[in-house]
């Protein structure tokens, strides 16, 4: 189940997304980023899924990423 939309240029992609996660015993929604959008310095708390056309990186919950100077996504893990 999507939730909203966001204009990828090429198509749209959905603003966020139901996705399954096994601590959540569940689903959650998650937010959808598109990775070509990503700036040095953006952080974001997970649930999250980062989308580009060679690539996809899902943060769980209690999960965090960060983007570096040099356009990486950097990703702590949540939990014990």
């Known amino acids: 189940h999507d939730v909203g939309l966001v204009d990828r240029g090429d198509l749209l992609a959905p603003l966020a997304r139901e996705v399954y996660f096994h601590e959540c015993d ?16 953006d ?9 580009s056309d060679d690539c996809t990186v899902v943060v769980g ?3 965090r990423a960060s983007v570096d ?3 990486n996504l950097v990703v702590e893990l949540g939990g014990a």
């Open 69 to 71: 100077g040099f356009r």
């Open 26 to 41: 569940g689903l959650a929604l998650a937010a959808i980023h598109v990775w070509e959008a990503l700036k040095p310095g």
């Open 43 to 51: 952080t974001f708390d997970g649930p999250a899924v980062f989308e």
């Open 61 to 63: 919950p209690g999960g």
